[in-house]
Nanobody
Framework: QVQLVESGGGLVQAGGSLRLSCAAS????????MGWFRQAPGKEREFVAA????????HYAESVKGRFTISRDNAKNTVYLQMNSLKPEDTAVYYC??????????WGQGTQVTVSS
């Protein structure tokens, strides 16, 4: 089983940027589809972005398209989420998830992102 550790969260003003990282250990995730979800207080966890092992054609939620960019460095076993033009509604705990393709998923513990208006 792979362990995923997110980092890079914090407090930022609206319009600012943050870069989240998700470092994997225990095994390589180079063949995994990797993604980011988020959960705001009182809301269900929602999809943010995903990227295949090839790094080609990442997918984004409509709410973050044009502002967020997901990327990966398979040599470092790490996935990133660059978040620009942040809005207060982006405030949430952000979770990294790994999908090896067998129907099970590996989740990180989450990192808090707070955007002040």
């Amino acid at each position: 089983q792979v362990q995923l550790v997110e980092s890079g969260g914090g407090l930022v003003q609206a319009g600012g940027s943050l870069r989240l990282s998700c470092a994997a250990s225990g095994r390589t995730v180079s063949s995994y589809t990797m993604g980011w979800f988020r959960q705001a207080p009182g809301k269900e966890r929602e999809f943010v972005a995903a990227i295949a092992w090839t790094g080609i054609n990442p997918h984004y939620a409509e709410s973050v398209k044009g502002r967020f960019t997901i990327s990966r460095d398979n040599a470092k076993n790490t996935v990133y989420l660059q978040m620009n033009s942040l809005k207060p509604e982006d405030t949430a705990v952000y979770y990294c998830v790994g999908d090896p393709g067998g129907g099970s998923y590996d989740w990180g513990q989450g990192t808090q992102v707070t955007v002040s208006s």
